[in-house]
């Protein structure tokens, strides 16, 4: 076995110093895209999006977190005998702006997946 003077070998001490400073780029990596993925997070949540049903006859906003903004009807298909055809077009109306908000966080948020540095 060899005894070297100054400690440890020296070929073990410089990949410790490579691995030590490669974990620290590694952290300020994460640690930057963090900061961008909390700024995409606020961009998206700051946004609306609207769905709507067929004709346009319901309208629902969201925010990109996901709360809803508002509903709006056209007031000639309001019929208090049919109220099955309001539900239904609500629901196409919610649902088409849900898929706006899943598709803007997929596209802004699923980005960063592959950026990760580990």
Known sequence: MKIYKQGLNPWYERNL??????MQNMMRQAQKLQKQMEKSQAEL??????GSSVQ?????????????VSIDFKADIVDADDIETLQEMTIQAVNAALTKVDEATQKK?????GKLPF
Not at 17 to 22: C, I, P, R, S, Y
Not at 109 to 113: D, N, Q, V, Y
């Open 109 to 113: 948020l699923g980005a960063f997946a």
């Open 56 to 68: 346009d006859l319901v309208t629902a906003t969201f925010t990109g977190d996901k709360k809803l």
């Open 17 to 22: 110093k490579n691995l030590m400073m490669n």
């Open 45 to 50: 949540a700051a946004a609306q999006f609207t």
